[in-house]
């Protein structure tokens, strides 16, 4: 059995991560004993893992309380469940990464229109895009 502790420190995560999981009712002690300690079987352990990968893959909290449900029921539960989960957050990911590409656009055009020199800003360009509603950029020309 593992005091919170040294569940923490074999997972390398903090015990206020472990405190918080429990909260969340992702990860529950099997055991409180006599003084009051929480302790963790392997069992708990093997849950805590494959809360930690499926959070490293970019699901939520609550994707993961899913996939737990579904864990802890596998007999009564289908493949199908478990790839809807996958694929909702693969959408998602998806529509960020979509997202992301335009921000990346819109910042490497205004990176691109300033000289980034030591001149003021009162003439640079990517203060004015932003100040102006269409954010057209033009490229900068500086009079010297």
Known sequence: MYR?????????????????????????????ADNGYRLYSEQDATTLGFILRA????????????????????????????KEVVDDKLTQVTAKIAELKTFQRSL???????????ESAEDCTILQALESESLDIQPEHHHH
């Open 4 to 32: 919170i502790g040294e569940l923490a420190k074999r997972f390398d995560i903090n015990t206020d991560t472990l405190r918080f999981y429990q909260k969340q009712g992702l990860l529950t002690p099997s055991t409180v």
């Open 108 to 118: 490497q055009r205004l990176s691109n229109a300033c000289c980034g020199g030591h």
């Open 55 to 82: 959070k490293a893959i970019g699901f939520s909290l609550m994707d993961i309380k899913t996939l737990l449900s579904i864990e802890v029921d596998k007999a009564n539960s289908e493949c199908a469940d478990v």
